[in-house]
C-alpha cells in the first residue's frame, strides 16, 4: 500500500550569479577577451565602454506588472542562454574544448607524408594501404597500433583484403620518408632506422648499430659493462663514441619542424608588480579590467513598453526578454568587477605573505606557503585561492612566474625552522649537478647529504621531490 510521506531537509545550492563568478574567476587573462565577445554577442544588452553615470535601467516599480509572467518562468528558461559558455573543471567536454586558435598556413606531419607517398609508384590498392598507415601514425611520428588491427580495419572500412606481410612491405617504404625514423613501432626500431640513414659509415656507427640491435635492453638500463662484454669492445673510446651517437639521435621524430612551432603558446601575466625604491606595487593586467556597460537603449526601451498602454500576451514577452537580458547584464559586469576585487586581494596577500622573495627574488626566502593560508587572510574559501592560483601568473622584475611557484610544503631543519620545500629541491639540484655523473649518487646518499645540511628529510621524500624536478634515478644517470 502506497503512503505520502512528508520530509523536510536543507539543502546548499549555488545561485547563477555564484556560478557565473566561479567560471570567470578561473578564466586566465589569455582566454578573457574571447569570455567577454562570446557574451556581446549572446546578449545586446550588453556593451563595450565607460559606464554612464546611471547605468541602472530602472527601479523594479516599472515592470510590477509584468511580475506574474517573469516569476512562472523557470530558472532554465530564464538563464538558458545567459551562463553557457564558461566552463568550469570537472564539467565534461564540450564542443569550445575543440576550438583552435588560428594559426599560420603551413603543412602538418601527415600531409608531408602523403606528398612523399605520392612519389612512389604505387597502384590505387597500395595507395589506399599507405595512406590507412600514414592515418595511423601518432602526432610523435610512431605507429603503434598492431598492423593486424590495422588489417582489420581496412576490410570493414574500405572493403580491402590483405595481410601483415602485403602491409609490412607498404610501411617499409613509408619508413624511409622524412624526417629519418618516422612511422617506426617502437622506439628499438626508431633508432634503428634513423642510425641506417647516416651517411658517414665508421666503426662508432657499426658498433651502435649492435647496441641498439642486440643490447637495447642493457643501453636503455645503462648496463654499459654488460654491453662491452657482449659485443667485445675493448676500447672504451669506442664504447663512448657509440653512446654519444645514439644519444643524439631523435626519440620523437613527428614531434619536431613546424608542428612544434605551431603549438607554441606564449604567457600573458595577469598581474603586474612593481619594485619602486622598495615599495612593492600591484596592478592588474589591463585586458583583466574591461570597460562594459549596460545599453541605454535597452533600458530606454523598457521603460518605453512600460508606458506602453497595450497589455497583450506578445507584449509581456518582449518585457521579459528585455529584462532577463538586461539582468544578465548587470550580472555579467558584476561578476567581472568581483573578479578583478578577488585576483587582487588574493594576489596581495601572497606578496604580503612572501614579502621578503619579491623584494629581492632570492628562492631561499620562500617561505612555506598553502592555500589555507592565504585564504584565511583574505576570509575566502580554499577552492577560491586554487581557482585563483591554478591558472593564473603574475610579471615581477626578475620574471614571470604562476602563482603555484610560490606554495610549497615546509620542512623541519635542525634548528626547528620550517623552510619551502623549494629551497630543499635547489639543494637536491645541486648535489645531483655536482656528482661524479660514472658514479652518480642514490636517493639514500642523496638524503645523507641533504641531513647533513640540516634538513630533516625521508629517503622516500628525496625520491619525491627528484621526481617532480623529472631527474632520474641514479642508474639512469649514469655516464661514461
Known amino acids: 500500500m502506497q503512503k505520502l510521506n512528508l520530509t523536510q531537509s536543507l539543502s546548499q545550492k549555488l545561485s547563477p550569479q555564484q556560478i557565473q563568478f566561479i567560471k570567470l574567476l578561473q578564466v586566465p587573462t589569455a582566454e578573457l577577451d574571447t569570455r567577454i565577445e562570446e557574451e556581446l554577442e549572446v546578449n545586446p544588452a550588453l556593451e563595450e565602454g565607460a559606464p554612464e553615470k546611471e547605468d541602472d535601467y530602472g527601479s523594479d516599480d516599472e515592470y510590477d506588472e509584468y511580475e506574474n509572467s517573469t516569476d512562472s518562468e523557470s530558472i532554465e528558461e530564464y538563464l538558458h542562454d545567459d551562463y553557457s559558455g564558461y566552463k568550469m573543471q570537472g564539467d565534461g567536454r564540450s564542443d569550445e574544448d575543440d576550438k583552435e586558435m588560428p594559426i599560420s598556413v603551413g603543412s602538418t606531419l601527415h600531409e608531408r607524408l602523403m606528398t612523399q607517398l605520392g612519389y612512389l609508384r604505387l597502384d590505387e590498392r597500395e595507395h589506399k594501404l599507405g595512406e590507412q598507415l600514414i592515418g595511423s601514425v601518432d602526432s610523435d611520428g610512431y605507429i603503434r597500433r598492431e598492423l593486424e588491427a590495422i588489417v582489420n580495419d581496412l576490410i570493414f572500412s574500405q572493403n580491402i583484403e590483405t595481410d601483415v606481410e602485403e602491409l609490412e612491405s607498404i610501411l617499409y617504404k613509408i619508413q624511409n620518408f622524412d624526417p629519418p625514423g618516422i612511422a617506426a613501432r617502437n622506439l628499438q626500431e626508431c633508432l634503428m632506422l634513423q642510425l641506417e640513414r647516416k651517411d658517414e659509415h665508421t666503426e662508432y656507427l657499426d658498433i651502435a648499430k649492435q647496441i641498439i640491435d642486440k643490447c637495447f635492453n642493457e643501453f636503455s638500463k645503462k648496463h654499459y659493462d654488460k654491453i662491452s662484454k657482449r659485443l667485445n669492445i675493448e676500447s672504451d673510446e669506442a664504447l663512448k663514441e657509440a653512446i654519444s651517437l645514439i644519444t643524439k639521435l631523435n626519440p620523437k621524430p613527428g614531434g619536431s619542424g613546424e608542428d612544434v612551432a605551431k603549438t607554441a603558446q606564449y604567457l600573458i601575466p595577469d598581474f603586474l608588480l612593481n619594485n619602486n625604491n622598495g ?89 612555506p606557503m598553502i592555500l589555507k593560508d592565504i585564504a584565511d587572510r583574505i576570509n575566502m574559501d580554499i577552492s577560491t585561492v586554487s581557482r585563483v592560483a591554478n591558472s593564473k601568473s603574475i610579471q615581477t622584475e626578475f620574471g614571470i612566474f604562476p602563482l603555484k611557484y610560490f606554495f610549497s610544503e615546509g620542512i623541519a631543519t635542525d634548528s626547528g625552522e620550517d623552510v619551502s620545500s623549494r629551497e630543499v629541491k635547489n639543494k637536491l639540484k645541486e648535489f645531483i649537478d655536482g656528482e661524479n655523473k660514472s658514479k652518480p649518487l642514490s636517493d639514500d646518499k642523496l638524503e645523507k647529504l641533504l641531513r647533513g645540511e640540516g634538513y630533516n628529510i625521508a629517503r622516500r621524500t628525496v625520491a619525491k621531490y627528484r621526481e617532480q624536478l623529472n631527474i632520474p634515478v641514479a642508474r639512469l644517470r649514469k655516464q661514461l
Do not use: H
Not at 507584449?315 to 568587477?337: C, N
Open 279 to 367: 615599495k612593492l606595487e600591484l596592478t592588474l593586467n589591463s585586458r583583466n579590467a574591461p570597460m562594459l556597460k549596460v545599453s541605454r537603449s535597452y533600458a530606454d526601451m523598457l521603460q518605453a513598453y512600460d508606458k506602453s498602454d497595450k497589455k497583450d500576451k506578445k507584449l509581456k514577452e518582449t518585457v521579459s526578454f528585455i529584462k532577463q537580458k538586461l539582468d544578465s547584464a548587470k550580472w555579467f559586469i558584476d561578476a567581472i568587477k568581483q573578479r578583478q576585487n578577488t585576483l587582487l586581494n588574493t594576489m596581495q596577500a601572497i606578496i604580503d605573505f612572501q614579502y621578503d622573495y619579491f623584494q629581492e627574488g632570492d628562492e631561499s626566502k620562500l617561505k
